[in-house]
């Protein structure tokens, strides 16, 4: 009996008794898929790479990091000095934080322009939404542990916020924080928190990937499977797609970090938190600039703690909010037109945030505010009811067919 009888028989006996493989091969091999997905459905098993690799490398620099308010800088400083390709390690764990949120945030603007969100799929578009409020938590906690001047700083801003809350705000300050101030205590808890977080995210990822595999996934014309021949298996033909998709993402990635690792980071976080020094300019990451410009764009402060996380909680009535049967913004001229308005919007929201609030950045903030709102609570509801759509294709088939005999033409 060959090595390949043995090793055939050995996963036919498992997989009887634990239909492991089986469930893998259905779910990942023979999962029939759209046959007109594009490039921006890359995106998706992206973020699933970048959870994998944030999850690999935070395991590893949990063993040498320090959680106290007098070792956690040094120990920072220990990894990247002593510990065999620390450095590396921290730099992809630090980087690899931003390239996990520029991918998501991609995932979801996809899923906004071929309305992704829409019947039969709400609860797919509901976990994915979860997924970034838990991506926000951990990496809020993880951006603490360093212990830097802007790790301590914003945990202090971010916490007093919750005081904004009328009566028992400032219980709920004191109970995160563990006591009266950013210290010790709510150190510990982060690190406790933030080494959870991450496998509550694989078991939403779990829950996500299962919502997509009960009606299957959207497409660029966002019409239903009519039958076999709109599909194809997801392996080979995806499975290559995203390979390459990876490889393309990871060149990028590891430019970053070997050519510009602190590129995206804040040069004050390599200070060792001082509470008696308060930075001129506090800002969070780069992927909390947009709700950090809602926030200070409302001059109320429980004003600005309510627009802010509305800005993420609103995102989950949209299967609602937008009134059109028509899902994919291809054929929705008025919509596709606003839609890339939303885009510049949040654009214009992230470099408010990132500046201070003085002058125009305030007026630019607000305004900018005031249309992200509307956007979604006024605009597509109406867009919903006044847009005439353009004539939906009768399958995916005869219009993969129909570009490839253009294309055809084309070159000849």
Do not use: C
Not at 27 to 37: A, G, H, I, K
Not at 311 to 323: E, H, Q
């Amino acid at each position: 009996m060959t090595k390949k009888e043995i090793g055939s028989r050995l996963i036919d006996w498992i997989d009887y008794r634990l239909p492991i493989f089986s469930s893998i091969k259905h779910s990942l091999v023979d999962y029939p898929t759209p046959r007109n997905l594009n490039y921006w459905w890359n995106f998706g098993s992206l973020a699933g790479f970048f959870l994998v690799l944030q999850i690999i490398t935070g395991v590893v620099l949990a063993m040498h990091y320090n959680p106290s308010a007098e070792g956690a800088f040094a120990s920072i400083e220990h990894i990247m000095r002593n510990v065999n390709y620390g450095w590396l390690i921290r730099y992809a764990h630090m980087n690899g934080a931003s390239f996990f949120f520029i991918v998501v945030y991609i995932h979801i603007f996809r899923g906004l322009y071929y309305g992704s969100y829409k019947s039969p799929r709400e609860l797919l578009w509901w976990f994915g939404l979860i997924i970034l409020l838990l991506m926000m938590a951990t990496a809020f906690m993880g951006y603490v542990l360093p212990w830097g001047q802007m790790s301590f700083w914003a945990a202090t801003v971010i916490t007093n916020l919750f005081s904004a809350i009328p009566v028992i705000g400032d219980g709920i300050v004191n109970w995160l924080l563990g006591g009266f101030a950013v210290d010790d205590a709510l150190l510990k808890r982060f690190y406790a928190l933030h080494y959870l977080f991450p496998f509550l995210i694989v078991g939403f990822v779990i829950l996500h990937i299962s919502a997509l595999h009960t009606h299957g996934s959207n497409n660029p014309l966002g019409i239903d499977s009519g039958g076999p021949q709109d599909s194809i298996s997801f392996h080979p033909y995806y499975t290559i797609k995203d390979l390459f998709g990876l490889s393309f993402v990871l060149t990028i990635f590891f430019l970053v970090v070997f050519y510009a690792p602190d590129y995206l980071g804040h040069p004050d976080n390599y200070i060792p938190a001082d509470s008696l020094k308060t930075p001129a300019h506090i800002v969070p990451e780069w992927y909390f600039l947009p709700f950090y410009g809602i926030l200070r764009a409302i001059p109320d402060k429980l004003g600005g703690v309510v627009a802010m996380v509305s800005a993420i909680f609103v995102l989950f009535l949209l299967p609602w909010l937008d009134t059109s049967k028509v899902k994919s913004a291809t054929f929705r001229p008025i919509y596709k037109k606003i839609y890339w308005l939303l885009v510049v919007d949040v654009v214009v929201l992230t470099w408010v945030g990132g500046n201070p609030p003085e002058g125009y950045f305030i007026l630019i903030g607000r305004i900018a505010t005031i249309y992200y709102f509307s956007h979604i609570l006024i605009l597509m509801p109406i867009i919903g009811f006044l847009e005439k759509p353009k004539k939906l294709p009768s399958s995916i088939a005869g219009t993969v067919l129909k570009q490839k005999r253009e294309n055809v033409d084309n070159n000849v």
